[in-house]
């Protein structure tokens, strides 16, 4: 067996590796700060309540807002309504919301946190939206303007599905 194929593939790959500019590598730090720090955040949510950070999130609007339905719930994170079910569904399993069919539609549905659901929220470190919506809420309404523009082109230079952005960081 030679030994050129395996360093004709390194060259190869190495040719891939694009050289970052300095400009370029600050960036790369600065969204490994951000990544880090919501990953930090969604990792103590989870060791301290014991559900993941879209969990507890969807369970505080719930417990603040009793009777919404699941369409509300998927206006109020800013997801899918099937991203709102599908978190319905997982604290529905837990015992930690009840889903109740009141009204003249019985389609429609209304969320209430139970008692369990309530010891989660008390015992679990906020924020409940999480860090990143916590710190975007901060910025004034220039640096959010600027940033999606900026944010937008690098979205497009990925070619990135649009639609992951109605998948919250924090579902497990």
Do not use: C, Y
Not at 9 to 28: F, G, H, K
Not at 125 to 152: I, K
Request: hydrophobic fraction near 45%; charged fraction near 25%.
């Amino acid at each position: 067996m030679s030994t050129a194929r395996p360093r004709k593939r390194r060259r190869a790959a190495a040719a891939d590796q694009p050289t970052l500019s300095a400009p370029a590598a600050q960036v790369l730090r600065r969204f490994r700060q951000v990544f880090n720090a919501v990953k930090t955040h969604f990792q103590q949510v989870e060791r301290q309540a014991g559900v993941g950070g879209a969990q507890l999130w969807a369970l505080h609007v719930i417990r603040e807002r009793p009777g919404l339905g699941v369409n509300d719930l998927a206006a109020a994170m800013d997801v899918h309504q099937s991203t709102a079910s599908n978190l319905v569904r997982g604290l529905v399993e837990r015992g930690l919301i009840k889903v109740a069919r009141n009204g003249p539609d019985k389609r429609a549905v209304q969320l209430t946190a139970l008692t369990d659901g309530h010891r989660i929220l008390r015992r679990a470190p906020g924020p409940f939206t999480g860090v990143l919506p916590q710190a975007l809420a901060t910025l004034d309404e220039a640096t959010l303007n600027r940033l999606n523009r900026d944010l937008a082109r690098l979205i497009d230079a990925l070619a990135a599905d649009r639609r992951a952005g109605k998948i919250p960081l924090g579902q497990t």
